[in-house]
Structure formats: C-alpha cells, structure tokens
C-alpha cells in the first residue's frame, strides 16, 4: 500500500475531490495549509507572500491504483502556472481499520 | 523506527494520549483536519449520541455546499460530508509497534463507521534539533 500526499490548489480542491469520487478513491483526509515553493513565495508588486494557502490530501491506496490516482489528481489540479502543487508517495507497511481491529 | 499516523475521532484524542502515556510514548504530533471514508463522508445514517461532537459539526458544515452536491451531474445520491478528525503522528523505536497499536485500537474502536485508520510507514532517520542527536537517539 501506498500513501499519496498532493499538495493542490484550494480552488482546485473540489475538482480534484470529485475526479478522486468518480475514480474510486472515496476515502481521504485533507488539511489546509501553507506553504511555497523554489519560488520562495510570490511577489505582487510591492507585496511580498511568503507562504501560500494550499490543500493537502492525504489517501492511502493499493499498490496498483498509485499511478490512476496520481494521474487523476494531476490532470484536475493542472493549471500549467507556477504553484500547481506537489505530490509525494510514500511506502505504508500496514493499515489498520479501528472499528474492525483488522489490517487491510 | 516507525511513524504511526492515526486518524481518529476528535473526541477521543484526550483518552488516547493518556492511555499512549501509559505505555511510555509521550511524544505526539496532533493534527485537527477533516476526512472520510469508504462511506463517502456521509455518517447521518450511523448517527447516535455518542457521536455527539461529529455530529455538531457535521451540522454545521452541512449547510455549506459540498464537492458533490455541486456537481449536478454526479452520481452519487447522498451529499458528501466531510467529518472533523485528528490525526495523531507518532515515531517510536523504544516501544513496540504493537503495543501502541493495540492501544490505539482498544481505545478508539467503538465499532461504528467512522473509527478511523492507522497506518504504520518506515523511517529512515529522525534529528532533534536541539542537540543534533540522530537515529533511535533522537526520539528515546
């Protein structure tokens, strides 16, 4: 299993929701946060943004679904401008549902 | 070296940090975010009242539209909630994987939708800032 964390624009949250919805990935967590980039923020005209507003989603999915779920996260939250966002993957060894006690 | 991050019911979050107390991990990262499960987010129908704090929430956030009530074309039927959860971020090393996570567990479940999940990921290394210490040292 493997753990996505995409770090998308806000106002791209809801269509990257509902793509992940329509592609089989119900279940997410997500938290707004800050953060920038290489870019160290952004500058308009006088006024410096040093951290920028973000969403984070956090899913969890089976080894074969990463790259479909990856594709249908870049391809929602795609705008082709700096600030687009990140994703990471990372490994989970094991996942346990509380309700049930049981691994997945 | 493991960090465990679990995501459970914001009411539960006293009681599992004193019973992780117990059992000697006392360093733990808590996050307030908003998530959902395989059941889309929609909890109303598992409503009871000892779900009280989910679901004043959910009464709350419920008059905001949601990603797939707006979309009208959707095909789900039922309004997509999102319910407030904490997750808890732990390392640990000292203490076996196990133990916290038959803790967490015994603490948390209640066997209704909406317990929450763990999830175990391997680290490969840890500082503490303060002295630059490395490794296991870094969290014991």
């Known amino acids: 299993m493997k753990m996505i964390r995409a770090i998308v624009r806000p106002e791209k949250e809801d269509d990257v929701v509902l793509a992940l919805e329509g592609a089989g990935f119900p279940a997410m967590t997500k938290a707004h946060v800050f953060g920038r980039g290489k870019q160290k923020g952004l500058q308009v005209g006088p006024v410096h943004y040093d951290l920028l507003p973000k969403v984070l989603l956090l899913l969890v999915v089976n080894d074969e679904d990463v790259s479909r779920a990856m594709s249908v996260i870049t391809d929602n939250s795609k705008t082709g401008f700096i600030g687009d966002g990140k994703i990471f993957v990372s490994e989970v060894e094991e996942a346990y549902t509380i309700r049930t006690g049981e691994g997945l | 070296m493991k960090e465990v991050m679990a995501i459970i019911r914001q009411a539960k979050v006293k009681e599992t940090l004193a019973a992780l107390a117990d059992i000697g991990v006392t360093s733990v990262t808590v996050h307030s975010l908003n998530g959902r499960g395989r059941q889309g987010g929609n909890i109303m129908e598992s409503v009871d009242p000892e779900m009280k704090t989910d679901v004043e929430c959910v009464s709350k956030i419920y ?78």
């Open chain 2, 63 to 140: 008059k905001f539209p949601t990603p797939s009530s707006m979309a009208g074309d959707s095909k789900l039927t039922k309004p997509v909630l999102w319910v407030p959860k904490s997750l808890l971020n732990l390392v640990v090393s000292e203490v076996p994987v196990k133990k916290v996570l038959e803790t967490l567990i015994a603490v948390n479940r209640t066997g209704r939708c909406g317990d929450g999940k763990v999830f175990i990921l391997p680290l490969t290394d840890a500082v503490r800032i303060r002295t630059g210490e490395t490794g296991d040292e870094a969290i014991i």
